[in-house]
Nanobody
Framework: QVQLVEFGGGLVQAGGSLRLSCAASGRTFSTAAMGWFRQAPGKERAFVAAIRSSGDITDYTDSVKGRFTISRDNAKKTVYLQLNSLKPEDTAVYYC??????????????????WGQGTQVTVSS
């Protein structure tokens, strides 16, 4: 069983930055692709970014390319999401997710079996 705990959310002005962290427990972290999703009020949960288990391949939704960076440290069992040049439309609850034993990235929430509790990111204009 894997548990995921997110840290780093908060309130920031437009143009600012935040760094989200997701700490994992369990022995399968290094073999699992990881992803970040977000859910804004009244909207469905949406893909933000994903990273392959080895960390060499990443994927981003178009709206965050060039502004967000996903990375991971398998020794620390932690995945990160650096959020730069934040916009009010980035306001959402951000969720960390893990693909279990699958190493490749995916944009589909149904492909992720482990989820964190979420961390709120609020960007003021």
């Amino acid at each position: 069983q894997v548990q995921l705990v997110e840290f780093g959310g908060g309130l920031v002005q437009a143009g600012g930055s935040l760094r989200l962290s997701c700490a994992a427990s369990g022995r399968t972290f290094s073999t699992a692709a990881m992803g970040w999703f977000r859910q804004a009020p009244g909207k469905e949960r949406a893909f933000v970014a994903a990273i392959r288990s080895s960390g060499d391949i990443t994927d981003y939704t178009d709206s965050v390319k060039g502004r967000f960076t996903i990375s991971r440290d398998n020794a620390k069992k932690t995945v990160y999401l650096q959020l730069n040049s934040l916009k009010p439309e980035d306001t959402a609850v951000y969720y960390c997710a893990g693909r279990g034993s699958y190493t490749s990235t995916s944009r589909a929430a149904r492909d992720y079996v482990y989820w964190g509790q979420g961390t709120q990111v609020t960007v003021s204009s």
